[in-house]
């Protein structure tokens, strides 16, 4: 069982960045597709990004539509841990942010806020 522990979020203005940092233990981050889900109040957590990697494919990266171009996923295979790139962030953007691990998740971390204000 993978434990994941999230850090990095906060109050930002629109048009701000954040970055976002999941530390994984108990397995390898490159073992697992890897991934971030956002919970606003009052909405159903959805999908934000996702990390694979395959020694056949090599890594792939997967974004929802609403955050494509915005948003940049990676490891940080020396932590052993995934990071989330915020950039050109917007007030929709605010909710509290979850790294998972699996597909579907298996296992999630505690959340962290993001905050972005207009």
């Known amino acids: 069982q993978v434990q994941l522990v999230e850090s990095g979020g906060g109050l930002v203005q629109a048009g701000g960045s954040l970055r976002l940092s999941c530390a994984a233990s108990?397995?390898?981050?490159?073992?697992?597709?890897m991934g971030w889900y956002r919970q606003a109040p009052g909405k159903e957590r959805e999908f934000v990004a996702r990390?694979?990697?395959?020694?056949?494919?090599?890594?792939?990266?997967y974004y929802s539509d609403s955050v494509k171009g915005r948003f940049t996923i990676s490891t940080d295979n020396t932590k052993n841990s995934v990071v989330l790139q915020m950039n050109s962030l917007k007030p929709e953007d605010t909710a509290v942010y979850y790294c998972?691990?699996?597909?579907?998740?298996?296992?999630w971390g505690q959340g962290t806020q993001v905050t972005v204000s207009s």
């Open positions: 998972s691990s699996g597909v579907p998740p298996s296992s």
């Open positions: 108990g397995r390898t981050v490159t073992s697992y597709a």
């Open positions: 990390i694979t990697y395959s020694r056949w494919s090599g890594t792939n990266t």
